[in-house]
Structure formats: structure tokens, C-alpha cells
């Protein structure tokens, strides 16, 4: 069966084969679905797309789409995404069925696929997949949610002109954020921010994880780590965009969830 890039496929048919690359997977549930195992793919050319198992075919195919692996995928369902948190922006996701195979890809590849992403667009409210930030940090907090104890950190981004967008973790993701500051005494810390929840609240923007569909990294072995780096600036808390157009209309309101003073590492640290 020919290749076809992720970019051309189209839901009027099943008979198709990519070759991709593993970027992330976890299980999810809605009462609707059931629980699946959701999959982000990237094809050769950086081109992503959310696909979906379900619990139905978990044994045949979960085992044989390891993180990190490339692989050749034939014959599978293509409808639309959904609103709800999509993953990437493309129009379409794969569905596995019966009928699908997937066999190891000779492709040998190690990029991680990044499309880092400026200011502008998260404002703009377009989809975001990922960003790389250096983060101001607040204590972690405990705090219940619907009766249960829950973790939280509430930070920043900031661009290179001062301006921020406000941003909570939860969970595991939190705990993560403290530990690898805490670690890095007054060194700067590097942390890459994947398939985050771009949200709203009293019309301004948000950003957090989304469950365990998000990724975080820290100090990614990247170029875009050693140019954030090289840069001369006077904090240690900023993002790095792809484009100099970076720049926000306004600062963004503290509401409710943000009820302490925002404080740089080296403040936290001290």
C-alpha cells in the first residue's frame, strides 16, 4: 500500500498507510466512550494527529506503540476530533479498528517533532501544543477538589518584555515543577510544557495540564534549550518563542486561584 503523509489523509476511506512516530500516550475516560488509549503521532514532516484505541483492541495494539517508537500503520478509521482539549490541530484523528495493523518502521528519527509557540497565538486562542518556559513559582498547595486533597502550583509565562499569562499545575505535574527547582538551587530550569490546556476564565486566558494528555520535560537536551540559554536578559523568567512579534496587549488579571504575589525563582529559592 503507498505512503501517504499524515497532511492528505481524508475520512472517505480506511485504506491508508503512514509511518509515524510515538510522541505520547495515555489512557482516558469518558462516560460516553469508555476508557481508550489516546495516541500523538508524527509523521516525517512534523505533521501531528490524535489517534484513539479502544479498551476493545487495548491488547492487540497497546503493546505495539511504545513512546518514542516509529511505526507503520495500515488500514483505520478517520472522523473528527472533537473541541473538547484536541492535542493538535489537525482536522481529523485516527481511529484503530479490527482490521488495522501496525509493524515496527525502519525510520529512525530522535526529534521530538516540537512547534514552539509565541505569545500572540495562545492570546489569539488558537490551539496550542506546546511551549518553552522558565516558570515563576509559588509554593505547592494542597487544596481539595470535589472532597478530595489535590495538588497545585500556580506560575507565570513571561516574555522577554515582562508581560505574563497565568498558569496552574495539578497533580503530579506540580510536585514535578517544585522537586526540579528546588534541585536546581539558583540555576536557571528549562521546562518544556506539552499538549497543555489552553482555557479561559472571565474572558482572559489560562493555561494548565489536561489530565495526563499533557507532557512536562525538564532541561530537554534540545538546541531550543541551548539557544534559551545564550540569551542575555535580565530575569530568569521568560519564554522562548519562535517569533521577535511577541510581545502582550495587556497583563493578564490575577482571579481567585491566584490569590499571592507572583515571585521569580531566585525570590523562591532565597
Known amino acids: 500500500m503507498e505512503l501517504t503523509p499524515l497532511a492528505a489523509i481524508l475520512p472517505y476511506k480506511s485504506e491508508w498507510r503512514v509511518e509515524v512516530k510515538v510522541l505520547h500516550t495515555w489512557k482516558h475516560y469518558t462516560k460516553l466512550s469508555g476508557e481508550t488509549l489516546e495516541i500523538i503521532l508524527s509523521d516525517v514532516h512534523g505533521t501531528k494527529i490524535l489517534a484513539s484505541c479502544k479498551k476493545t483492541y487495548f491488547e492487540k495494539f497497546a503493546k505495539k506503540v511504545p513512546v518514542g517508537s516509529w511505526r507503520s500503520i495500515e488500514n483505520f478509521s478517520i472522523n473528527n476530533p472533537g473541541v473538547t482539549y484536541r492535542p493538535t490541530n489537525h482536522q481529523y484523528k485516527i481511529n484503530f479498528i479490527y482490521g488495522t495493523d501496525i509493524t515496527p518502521s525502519n525510520l529512525q528519527n530522535d526529534s521530538m517533532f516540537l512547534s514552539l509557540v509565541d505569545f500572540q497565538t495562545i492570546q489569539q486562542g488558537v490551539e496550542d501544543e506546546n511551549i518553552l518556559i522558565v516558570a515563576d513559582l509559588e509554593h505547592l498547595q494542597t487544596v481539595l477538589c470535589s472532597g478530595k486533597e489535590r495538588k497545585k502550583i500556580e506560575f507565570s509565562l513571561t516574555d522577554l518584555d515582562g508581560h505574563r499569562i497565568a498558569c496552574c499545575l ?62 542575555d536578559v535580565a530575569s530568569n523568567a521568560m519564554t522562548l518563542v519562535e517569533s521577535q512579534q511577541d510581545k502582550l496587549e495587556r497583563e493578564i488579571r490575577r482571579d481567585k486561584w491566584m490569590p499571592y504575589p507572583i515571585r521569580d525563582i531566585a525570590e523562591l529559592l532565597q
Open 170 to 231: 495539578w497533580g503530579k505535574f506540580a510536585e514535578s515543577i517544585e522537586a526540579n527547582c528546588n534541585a536546581a538551587g539558583g540555576d536557571t530550569v528549562i521546562c518544556l510544557l506539552r499538549f497543555v490546556k489552553v482555557g479561559t476564565y472571565r474572558y482572559e486566558i489560562q493555561i494548565s495540564n489536561s489530565y495526563d494528555a499533557s507532557q512536562i520535560f525538564f532541561n530537554p537536551p534540545i538546541m531550543e534549550t541551548e539557544a534559551f540559554l545564550k540569551r
